[in-house]
């Protein structure tokens, strides 16, 4: 994955959460509101600048925060909305968790897990399979 610098070396600010998911982290919306806080302009741009973002990213990397849920726990909350215990949910199921529950997804989030979970022959969800492909291997 490559990201683009603007000619000042600064980061769009909508990047910023694949940027720091895509080095293994894995923080809640709100963390990551939090992490932005802290490396924006007084007035806001819609830019970081890299010189802010390194130092910030070197802290979260060097303390380990943010680290992936592991597959059992991911598993154990799949079978938690699988009422049915059949190993699956469907797309509705799936879509309904995820935009109504907890810390709900945007639309352009909730497009990017369909595409990636969805099998289209079926509309569901085969969770354990989802599951292993989602897993960062930590080593």
């Given at each position: 994955?490559?990201?683009?610098?603007?000619?000042?070396?600064?980061?769009?600010?909508?990047?910023?959460?694949?940027?720091?998911?895509?080095?293994?982290?894995?923080?809640?919306?709100?963390?990551?509101?939090?992490?932005?806080?802290?490396?924006?302009?007084?007035?806001?741009?819609?830019?970081?600048?890299?010189?802010?973002?390194?130092?910030?990213?070197?802290?979260?990397?060097?303390?380990?925060?943010?680290?992936?849920?592991?597959?059992d726990v991911l598993l154990r909350a799949f079978e938690v909305l699988?009422?049915?215990?059949?190993?699956?949910?469907?797309?509705?199921?799936?879509?309904?968790?995820?935009?109504?529950?907890?810390?709900?997804?945007?639309?352009?989030?909730?497009?990017?897990?369909?595409?990636?979970?969805?099998?289209?022959?079926?509309?569901?969800?085969?969770?354990?399979?989802?599951?292993?492909?989602?897993?960062?291997?930590?080593?």
């Amino acid at each position: 994955m490559y990201f683009r610098f603007t000619d000042n070396n600064v980061f769009f600010f909508r990047e910023i959460g694949t940027i720091i998911r895509s080095l293994g982290c894995c923080p809640s919306e709100s963390e990551l509101h939090d992490l932005l806080a802290e490396v924006e302009e007084e007035e806001p741009t819609g830019y970081i600048r890299l010189e802010k973002f390194l130092p910030m990213m070197t802290k979260v990397l060097m303390e380990r925060r943010y680290r992936p849920i592991p597959e059992d726990v991911l598993l154990r909350a799949f079978e938690v909305l699988d009422v049915n215990k059949c190993g699956h949910l469907t797309k509705e199921e799936l879509v309904k968790y995820m935009t109504e529950e907890g810390e709900p997804f945007t639309q352009e989030e909730m497009e990017e897990m369909l595409s990636a979970a969805v099998d289209p022959e079926t509309n569901t969800v085969r969770y354990k399979d989802y599951i292993t492909m989602m897993v960062v291997d930590e080593n």
